[in-house]
């Protein structure tokens, strides 16, 4: 069974530039999160979807991220403009359903901003 | 709110020393404990789990036992080896039923040959 995929697998950009990053869930996992892991900390939930609707999204900095979970699979986190504190690595996981089984996480895209 | 702490790393080792990484949480209700572990270059992954108090979760010679009177979940394994350098993950879920994880900061273990 294929894992969680990400791309790209590193970005260094500058302030002020914009990014995406895209995950594919494991087929058939309706639920896809979305966590920013800054370096020495634990991951944080960014925004997390159960299909293509939000679940939870309070720690979304919205003024500049977005995400969408279009048609239920695969999912896109962008930042316009980015600021040096985003810099950290961003992870999507997946799970079969909604409440009480195991996350799988993808490897991760480290995104540098200088 | 809930919240996990864990003790700092890092963590080294000599093989075959025996391992305790402490954590313990804050939470209201009945909270899921779990322990992840990130290899390097890997993504997470989940290495064990207890859903209520005085449960025992354990895989690949790790253990940890929910203890609610402490309110701890300290990761144990007898004899370590050198493929168990990571950086390990306590985390909890805010309800057993819930599906959002809060993760402490992480503890990175190196073990020696």
């Known amino acids: 069974e294929a894992g969680v995929a990400q791309s790209p697998r590193y970005k260094i950009i500058e302030k002020r530039q914009s990014v995406a990053f895209w995950c594919n869930p494991i087929?058939?996992?309706?639920?896809l999160y979305w966590y920013q892991q800054i370096l020495g900390q634990g991951p944080k939930l960014l925004i997390q979807?159960?299909?293509?609707?939000?679940?939870?999204d309070s720690q979304l900095p919205k003024d500049r991220f977005s995400a969408e979970r279009l048609k239920g699979v695969d999912s896109t986190l962008k930042i316009q403009p980015a600021k040096l504190e985003d810099s950290a690595v961003y992870l999507c996981?997946?799970?079969?359903?909604?409440?009480?089984?195991?996350?799988?996480f993808g490897p991760g895209t480290r995104l540098t901003v200088l | 709110g809930n919240s996990v702490t864990q003790m700092e790393g890092p963590v080294t080792l000599s093989e075959e020393a025996f391992l305790t990484i402490n954590c313990t949480y804050t939470?209201?209700?009945?909270?899921?404990l779990f322990w992840y572990v990130q290899y390097p270059g890997e993504g997470l992954q989940l290495l064990l789990k207890?859903?209520?108090?005085?449960d025992k979760g354990s895989n690949k010679g790790f253990e940890a036992t929910y203890r609610k009177e402490t309110t701890s979940f300290h990761l144990e394994k007898g004899s370590v080896q050198v493929s168990d350098s990571a950086v390990y993950f306590c985390?909890?879920?805010?309800?057993?039923?819930?599906?959002?994880?809060?993760f402490g900061s992480g503890t990175r273990l190196s073990i020696r040959p």
């Open positions: 985390a909890l879920s805010d309800r057993p039923s819930a599906s959002k994880i809060i």
């Open positions: 979807f159960q299909n293509n609707g939000v679940v939870d």
């Open positions: 207890a859903t209520k108090a005085d």
């Open positions: 996981a997946s799970m079969l359903r909604g409440v009480g089984n195991e996350q799988f």
């Open positions: 939470a209201t209700g009945y909270p899921s």
């Open positions: 087929s058939g996992h309706a639920t």
